[in-house]
Every structure is written in C-alpha cells, then in structure tokens.
C-alpha cells in the first residue's frame, strides 16, 4: 500500500516553462486536492477533485490546471512558469466523512523557477 | 479565512508541556491537527468533529471549544520526536476542504 506518490520530488524550470506534477494514490480515495506551502504561509489550496471529472478552484488557482480522469491520478498542470510559483507542492487525498484518518499527503515536489 | 494558531515557536525541554492553540472566526465543522517535521509532508494526528469529545493518543490530546470556535492541541511530557511544525487545519462544512493555518514550530531539546 504506497498511499499518495508524487513525482517528480525536485524540479527546476526556467521562466515560461510548463509542466505536470503527478500525483496517484492507491486508497480508492474520492478526494483529492493539492495544495502549496510556502515558508511562513502553511498549506494553500490550488484545486480539489471530488471524484473522476469533477474539479474545483481553491484559494490560489491562478497559473494552474488540473484533471481527474480516474479515481487514482490527479495531475496538476503549471503553464507558463512564473517565479511566483516556486514552492513546495502537496498532493492529498481523503474519504469523505471518513472522521478516523483526516487528509494523506505525498512527499511533495519541490519546485524552483528561475 | 485562515485560522490564525499560537504561539508561533515553542522550545522545551524534553518532559515538559505545551499547548497549541488555533482560533476561527468562522463557525467550524472540524479541526484537524497534523505534524510535519522538516522536508517531509505534514503528517495526520487526530480530527476533531462538532459536537465530539476530546481526543488524544498517547501523551497528545486535543479539545475543541465550539463557542469559541477554538481548538487546543495539548503535548504531554514532550519526547524529541515531538519536534516538528504543527497545523490546525479547519472545515467549516462536512463537505467543505480545509483551511490550515500557519503553523505552530516546536523544538524539544534534551
């Protein structure tokens, strides 16, 4: 049982660059969300899925895309790579009204635009 | 609204307490508090639901006062695998994501 994998787990883009983080989880999960963490900031939510095709804006959307196809992939797409989007990226899952086991976080992909 | 936590850093020695506190303005659902020690993703540890009792494992406990829309993260007889940065995350619906705050860090010295 592997829970939430993220790759890549390190990234360095130049300005302008795109590119997919992925992110697969192996708990049948239906939700599924990724967030950001800058230092001093906790997490920020970009977008969550409730279930394969359906997607929904978070807090800070702006610069990224998502899709769920399936219940396991989640991928999240930069366009157009700014500075502003170097960060640590978190990719999480959860059963809803589940109360016993909260949100399962990937290792994270740490990004660096340059 | 992201739930404002106190005190930003606590260092203790090994043995001692501390208590963690995350506040809303926002009339709650759920809090939940995680652990994520450095370079590493933040770690589940207990939820908190309306209307529940308090929880706690081992030497961690946490309450959530509804009134105030404030949860409290209680660490008992700290270890040095304590240390860490510890989140409230807060759902303000049984449906809704959550909110996190910005993080409480934690040093246990021996």
């Known amino acids: 049982n592997a829970g939430v994998t993220q790759t890549p787990k390190f990234r360095i883009l130049k300005i302008g660059q795109s590119m997919t983080l992925q992110c697969t989880q192996d708990?049948?999960?239906?939700?599924m969300y990724w967030y950001r963490q800058d230092p001093g900031m906790g997490l920020k939510l970009i977008y969550y899925?409730?279930?394969?095709?359906?997607?929904d804006k978070g807090e800070v959307p702006n610069g990224y895309n998502v899709s769920r196809s399936t219940t396991e992939d989640f991928p999240l797409r930069l366009e157009l790579a700014a500075p502003s989007q170097t960060s640590v990226y978190f990719c999480?899952?959860?059963?809803?009204?589940?109360?016993?086991?909260?949100?399962?976080f990937g290792s994270g992909t740490r990004l660096t635009v340059v | 609204q992201q739930p404002v936590q106190s005190p930003q850093a606590v260092i203790l020695r090994e043995g001692e307490d501390a208590v963690i506190n995350c506040s809303s303005s926002k009339a709650l659902y759920s809090v939940h508090w995680y652990r994520q020690k450095h370079g590493e993703a933040p770690v589940f540890l207990m939820i908190l639901l309306k209307g529940g009792e308090q929880k706690g494992h081992d030497k961690i406990s946490a309450s959530f006062n509804e009134k105030k829309q404030q949860s409290s993260l209680y660490l008992t007889a700290s270890q040095l695998s304590y240390s860490g940065t510890y989140f409230c995350?807060?759902?303000?619906?049984?449906?809704?994501?959550?909110?996190f705050g910005k993080g409480t860090m934690l040093l246990v010295s021996p």
């Open positions: 708990m049948n999960h239906n939700y």
């Open positions: 899925s409730v279930g394969a095709g359906i997607t």
């Open positions: 995350g807060t759902e303000d619906s049984g449906y809704s994501t959550l909110t």
């Open positions: 999480a899952s959860s059963y809803p009204r589940d109360a016993s086991y909260g949100y399962t």
